[in-house]
T-cell receptor, first 110, second 115 residues
């Protein structure tokens, strides 16, 4: 059974800081890994999808890395802004469906 | 449609009542997923459709929960004899083929409150 863990559960940083969110998974036989953002009371918005053959994927100030052998992915956010405040979740496909972590809730203080 | 659409956005019902939640996936997406999310937790898998058939319903908690996708597009999640523990946000997602090859896209969710 695939298990996904995200640490820390919550993170608070001042505006402008660079930060890293972590995602670990127990079964390294994955095809891809997807990062999502969720605002309070909203659905999940896809941020980045990394295929298993890739090591990194970038979109604007976001950079996601994937290390299958160690069962880890990181989401790097550069020059954080108050608008980045949200919960960030990672998801890993396994046996036809995606398994999610419980997310990291990020607060960026102005 | 442009995105995954879910209705209703909010549903308040009384214990013991029957509830239907609807999901309209992105046009052309063959895979459709239902998840349930409780406060402070990640989405929990319920059921996955590939076309019209349920490819995996292992996440449905009990036989009060049922889902259909009769024409391979719109799906309805049905909950009978609702209990207070069913209160959660029910999320629907779709993917072009499946999550092995493609990206997962979510709707805004249906918040169910059972009084």
């Amino acid at each position: 059974k695939q298990e996904v863990t995200q640490i820390p559960a919550a993170l608070s940083v001042p505006e402008g800081e660079n930060l890293v969110l972590n995602c670990s998974f127990t079964d390294s036989a994955i095809y891809n890994l997807q990062w999502f953002r969720q605002d309070p009371g909203k659905g999940l918005t896809s941020l980045l999808l990394i295929q298993s053959s890739q090591r990194e994927q970038t979109s604007g100030r976001l950079n996601a890395s994937l290390d299958k052998s160690s069962g880890r992915s990181t989401l790097y956010i550069a020059a954080s802004q108050p608008g980045d405040s949200a919960t960030y979740l990672c998801a890993v496909p396994h046996a036809g469906k995606s398994t999610f972590g419980d997310g990291t809730t990020l607060t960026v203080k102005p | 449609g442009a995105g995954v659409s879910q209705t209703p956005s909010n549903k308040v019902t009384e214990k013991g009542k029957y509830v239907e939640l609807r999901c309209d996936p992105i046009s052309g997406h063959t895979a459709l997923y239902w998840y349930r999310q409780s406060l402070g937790q990640g989405p929990e898998f319920l059921i996955y459709f590939q076309g019209t058939g349920a490819a995996d319903d292992s996440g449905l908690p009990n036989d009060r929960f049922f889902a259909v996708r009769p024409e391979g597009s719109v799906s309805t999640l049905k909950i009978q004899r609702t209990e207070r523990g069913d209160s959660a946000v029910y999320l629907c997602a779709s993917s072009l083929e499946n999550v092995i090859t493609g990206e997962l896209f979510f709707g805004e969710g249906s918040r169910l409150t059972v009084l």
